[in-house]
């Protein structure tokens, strides 16, 4: 059984930081790695994408001020957060492109996401 599991999210004053993790379970490959947020009302965004060889990139909102990283032996994503804003107060979900049981083909898969709010 996949999955994948958040942690870090919480509530926090603007200028403040966080971390959020992704750890995925359950996968016999794992490629690309992102990060997606949701704010009540609106669409579900990208907000940051880490390939399997490591390159990266971010909505224009967060650059400078999000990191994305990943550890392929703990099967962990990471979104560091800095300066944070009360316009980044939205719920985060974790996504995979992976396969169970081979290298082909990938899907999707969706952590249950985790609530990050910044207060002005």
């Known amino acids: 059984q996949v999955q994948l599991v958040e942690s870090g999210g919480g509530l926090v004053q603007a200028g403040g930081s966080l971390r959020l993790s992704c750890v995925a379970s359950?996968?016999?490959?794992?490629?690309?790695m992102e990060w997606y947020r949701q704010a009540p009302g609106k669409q579900r965004e990208l907000v940051a994408v880490?390939?399997?060889?490591?390159?990266?990139n971010y909505v224009d909102s967060v650059k400078g001020r999000f990191t994305i990283s990943r550890d392929n032996a703990k099967n962990t994503s990471y979104l560091q957060m800095n300066s944070l804003k009360p316009e980044d107060t939205a719920v985060y979900y974790c996504?995979?492109?992976?396969?169970?049981?081979?290298?082909?083909?990938?899907?999707?898969?969706w952590g249950q996401g985790t609530q990050v709010t910044v207060s002005p």
């Open positions: 996504y995979v492109q992976g396969n169970r049981v081979t290298m082909w083909p990938l899907y999707n898969y």
């Open positions: 359950g996968l016999f490959r794992i490629d690309a």
């Open positions: 880490i390939t399997s060889s490591g390159s990266t």
